[in-house]
């Protein structure tokens, strides 16, 4: 949206200046003068057209460096907001992935007795059934 009122602001600043000039020397072309008076008046318009433009010039210049310094000012915003959003959610994660290591952990210490509870059984199992049948 601004981007649309800076192009017809542009546009329209461009209209006057041309229209202008066209204007002036449309003026001064049917203006009832000699030659050395019409000289001395175009080169005047055109030196006040030239001022106009160089007026018009620092500004856009001056609008162009605050654009462009708000675009850093909001693209740093954006980064720092995206850092701070994956710190955040690393956070997160770490917090989910120590709950889940501390709900695991009986289970894995319950497994890992299980596991050598029927090692033992079918270790004496095996031993057993040798000795029937020594």
Known sequence: MQQDNSGMLKGLIIGVLAGGAVGALVALLYAPKSGRELRADIKEKADGLMEGAEEYMSAARSKAGEIVSDAKKRSDQLITDAKHKADSLLEDA??????????????VQEGTRLKNAVKAGIDAFKEKDERRRS
């Open 94 to 107: 770490d917090k989910i992935i120590s709950d889940a290591r501390t709900k695991a952990s009986p289970l």
